[in-house]
Each structure stands twice: as structure tokens, then as C-alpha cells.
T-cell receptor, first 111, second 115 residues
Framework: AQSVAQPEDQVNVAEGNPLTVKCTYS??????LFWYVQYPNRGLQFLLK??????LVKGSYGFEAEFNKSQTSFHLKKPSALVSDSALYFC?????????FGAGTRLTVKP | NAGVTQTPKFRILKIGQSMTLQCTQD?????MYWYRQDPGMGLKLIYY???????DKGEVPNGYNVSRSTTEDFPLRLELAAPSQTSVYFC??????????????FGNGTRLTVT
């Protein structure tokens, strides 16, 4: 089965600094990878996805993700973090009729 | 534009009670899903539906039932609530099935506590 792992439970960054939220994947075949964000007491919101093509994928709210096949990674990045980016972030991979989610990484951006 | 609407937002059940979590979407999506979210565990698929009248089990279906009589509604039924079902439940929908890489649209969740 396809799976993703998020090695960090928590990431803390200062406002204005670049941020990275890590994700590694394990798949058979081509990976179809997603990032979602969850704000408090809300459902998950789609940020971006990688299907094929350019390894750098741009998404909502200034986020981007870099697909690295040799390192089996799909890290989420943003050049300059905002306090409002503080949320729970989930990496996910398509698996037949399902979307398999990582455990989530809580991002805290401090002013 | 309501999207995916879930009711209730919160519920406390006693062991052995039953309840139905409601989910409705107004985007005319064929595909609908129920997930549960437990701390540090990500989301696990309970049941899904590819259209009215068609449902199928996900990764963790035991203790739950679903029905899909219309395109808009996809209720989740708990027949005999157990403490292990304490969780946050999310309903989601998509235009195309996940196999076509369509992203999911989520409701705001139902927080259920079974004591």
C-alpha cells in the first residue's frame, strides 16, 4: 500500500523566515502526492498536488512543494512565513480509491 | 456557497447509544467519503461512495454503516457506540474519484465523545 510519513510533529519558525514541512513517501508505481492544511475546528483544505511534470509545484497561499524522486520526498515550502500560516499540515498520497494521510505536522509561526 | 456541511458539530454519547452523523454537499460531487481523525494518527477512511446507491468499505469500517440515497447526502450511522469511536469525523467529497487525482473537499467535522 502507498504511504507517507511526516517525520516532524512540530515545526516552529519566526515570521518572515522560510519554512519547510517535511514529507517522505513510499509507493509502488508513480506517486500522486498532495498537501492539505487544517485550521482549528475546520476541515482540511487542499493546498497543492504533484501528479507529473515539474518537480516544483506551486499552490495556494504562496506555498510550494518540491518533489524529489531520488530522496522519495515531497517537502512543503514557503519563502516567508506568516503568523496566519500557523496550522496543522498533512501530506497525502493517492492509493486506489483512497487518500492516505500522514500523521500531520503542526506549524507554529511566531511574530 | 456552502460546500460540504456536517451536523452536529459536537456530540456526547453514552456507551451503547446510536446516532447518525449527517453530511450534505451542494457541489454535485459524485464521490463522498467519511474519515475519522485521531490525534497523531492522520485520517483514516471509514466508508466511501462513488454515487447514489453505491457504498464501499474503507480502512476502518467496523462499527459504522452508511447509505447514499441521493447525490447530496451521505449519512454515517453508529449503531452501538463504543469509547474507541471517540474521534473527530470528517465528511469529504470530490468531483472525480481519488484515482483521478481529484482533491477532496472537507466539511468542518463532528467531534464525538463516547463515555
Amino acid at each position: 500500500a502507498q504511504s507517507v510519513a511526516q517525520p516532524e510533529d512540530q515545526v516552529n519558525v519566526a515570521e518572515g523566515n522560510p519554512l519547510t514541512v517535511k514529507c517522505t513517501y513510499s509507493v509502488s508505481g508513480n506517486p500522486y502526492l498532495f498537501w492539505y492544511v487544517q485550521y482549528p475546528n475546520r476541515g482540511l483544505q487542499f493546498l497543492l498536488k504533484y501528479i507529473t511534470g515539474d518537480n516544483l509545484v506551486k499552490g495556494s497561499y504562496g506555498f510550494e512543494a518540491e518533489f524529489n524522486k531520488s530522496q522519495t520526498s515531497f517537502h512543503l515550502k514557503k519563502p516567508s512565513a506568516l503568523v496566519s500560516d500557523s496550522a496543522l499540515y498533512f501530506c497525502a498520497v493517492r492509493d486506489v480509491d483512497d487518500m492516505r494521510f500522514g500523521a500531520g505536522t503542526r506549524l507554529t509561526v511566531k511574530p | 456557497n456552502a460546500g460540504v456541511t456536517q451536523t452536529p458539530k459536537f456530540r456526547i454519547l453514552k456507551i451503547g447509544q446510536s446516532m447518525t452523523l449527517q453530511c450534505t454537499q451542494d457541489m454535485n460531487h459524485n464521490y463522498m467519503y467519511w474519515y475519522r481523525q485521531d490525534p497523531g494518527m492522520g485520517l483514516k477512511l471509514i466508508y466511501y461512495s462513488v454515487g447514489a446507491g453505491i457504498t464501499d468499505k474503507g480502512e476502518v469500517p467496523n462499527g459504522y454503516n452508511v447509505s447514499r440515497s441521493t447525490t447530496e447526502d451521505f449519512p454515517l450511522r453508529l449503531e452501538l457506540a463504543a469509547p474507541s469511536q471517540t474521534s473527530v469525523y470528517f465528511c469529504a467529497s470530490s468531483y472525480l474519484e481519488v484515482a483521478y487525482n481529484s482533491p477532496l473537499h472537507f466539511g468542518n467535522g463532528t467531534r464525538l465523545t463516547v463515555t
